[in-house]
């Protein structure tokens, strides 16, 4: 009798514990599905790029890859399967399809529905023009490692290839100084190259611009002339620096704030144009400017005056001046939130409301404007900037008026690079749900 009392006790707790589990992974599942019914509402539920596809029959719902991923809310869990949330926020560094214990993820770029500009490429690296080679993101592989791999990859191959010597022009011109292109510029100088890496920004590429400074890296990678970096969970900084500090040991300067315009093929080769309208001549030329763009300009007057800027950096260090931020997405947004608290800030937008940002963007910008944290000018578009003001345009009046200003900062967007490839004769097909790494 005793006995079966000690049973059922423990088998009405074991049901008891069982019960509370199975009740918390409904709930947790719950949470998970209204996020994903608010992506798909919002417009972030569809990836842009590369993302990870789940294999739901082999996935056992670990959830190691929602713990793995740095960004938030791309991945929860559905019914103990991993499933994507807020996909069009994923940035494709692949924490996810390292972190599977089972292999249950794929990473694919572009869906059924959006397809992904590719350019041709074949395994040597060299496009359809004879003597443009393309490295990193640009080709649809992401990840930092696989950049500088590619970077590597790209400039031994053309130097198997053959580089004609001829002293009159430059070996090589690498546009783009990403981790493709940095390690791309080191290989071609252990190579003894003539070769000038023309960067549009500043050197750093993507990893740069971080809106955070954790990065992740799933392996070490190789850098040309400088051996196994061995860095996992780094930061924005201590990369930039370990370039940085290769770059000036080998005395290689990379030129910055030199965009390239356009590449023409010429009988020795290139002709590369940058935005001044200096000239390169060079045999070989390799892409490697990534997928992000080049930002859109507005193309009003001022816009080229200095205290005009297309990424917010340090927002930290910019105190009581009188900001315009001009845009009404999410890095818009972010921005006029994080420079208020410090200073006099107006965002202007040209339409009457935001849409397709961040849930809680959307949340913290609606408080500012109502706590008057900030002024919103929907519906406005600037037409001068000046020395101490912008003079912004009421769409719905046509009205002109002068809003005092020290700094702007502008989030219109970008050119893609599909333009600059058309233009420079590189084929391009539009991929769909294409898969780059897959476990076998
Ligand atoms: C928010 C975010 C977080 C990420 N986190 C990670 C991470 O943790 N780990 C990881 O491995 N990867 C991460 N990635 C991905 C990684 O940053 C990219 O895969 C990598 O930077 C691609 O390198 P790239 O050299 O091919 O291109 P990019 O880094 O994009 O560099 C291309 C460069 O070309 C320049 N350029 C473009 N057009 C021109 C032109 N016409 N003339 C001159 N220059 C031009 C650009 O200004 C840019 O500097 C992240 C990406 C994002 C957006």
């Not at 500009?117 to 930092?144: Q, T």
């Not at 356009?262 to 990534?290: D, N, P, Q, Y």
């Not at 931020?325 to 608290?341: F, P, R």
């Amino acid at each position: 009798m005793e006995e079966i009392l000690i049973y059922g006790t423990v088998f009405l707790l074991c049901a008891v514990i069982v019960i509370i589990y199975l009740r918390k992974l409904k709930q947790a599942s719950e949470v998970v599905e209204a996020k994903v019914e608010q992506a798909k509402q919002d417009g972030l539920y569809e990836p842009v790029s590369l993302h990870p596809v789940i294999d739901l029959n082999t996935c056992i719902g670990s959830a190691a890859c929602v713990a793995a991923c740095p960004e938030q809310d791309i991945l929860g869990l559905i019914r103990g399967k991993a499933s994507l949330v807020n996909a069009s926020h994923c940035v494709g560094h692949g924490a996810c399809f390292h972190s599977c214990p089972v292999e249950a993820i794929s990473l694919v770029i572009g869906t059924e529905k959006r397809g992904v500009d590719l350019p041709h490429v074949n395994p040597d690296f060299e496009s359809n023009v004879p003597g443009i080679y393309i490295a990193g993101e640009l080709g649809g592989m992401g990840l930092i490692k696989n950049s500088v791999e590619q970077g590597q990859g790209a400039v031994e191959s053309m130097i198997r290839s053959g580089i004609p010597k001829d002293p009159s022009t430059l070996d090589l011109v690498i546009v783009g100084a990403g981790p493709a292109g940095i390690s791309a510029t080191l290989t071609a100088t252990k190579h003894k190259l003539n070769v000038l890496t023309l960067e549009q920004d500043s050197l750093g590429g993507t990893v740069f611009t971080f809106p955070r400074s954790k990065i992740v890296m799933t392996a070490p990678m190789d850098l040309p002339l400088h051996g196994k970096v061995k860095l996992f969970d780094t930061s924005k900084s201590e990369l930039l620096d370990l370039w940085n500090e290769v770059l000036s040991k080998n005395k290689i300067q990379i030129r910055e704030h030199a965009k390239v315009e356009e590449i023409r093929m010429t009988k020795k080769g290139f002709e590369v144009e940058i935005k001044s309208g200096e000239i390169f001549l060079t045999k070989r030329v390799l892409l490697a400017i990534g997928r992000r763009g080049s930002p859109r300009k507005l193309g009003v007057p001022g816009e080229d005056s200095e205290k005009v800027a297309y990424r917010l950096l340090e927002p930290e260090l910019i105190r009581e001046k009188n900001i315009m931020v001009i845009g009404g997405g999410d890095s818009a947004i972010e921005a006029a939130l994080s420079l208020m608290e410090e200073n006099k800030v107006t965002l202007s937008y040209r339409k009457d409301a935001f849409s397709r940002i961040k849930p809680k963007n959307r949340e913290k910008i609606l408080a500012a404007i109502e706590e008057q944290k900030l002024d919103c000018a929907f519906l406005t578009n600037p037409v001068k900037i000046a020395h101490g003001e912008v003079v912004l345009m009421n769409e719905s009046d046509q009205r002109e008026y002068a809003v005092p200003n020290d700094q702007v900062f502008i989030f219109a967007g970008g050119e893609l690079p599909t333009q600059f490839l058309q233009k420079t004769g590189v084929e391009i097909t539009k991929r769909f749900g294409y898969t780059v790494k897959k476990h076998n």
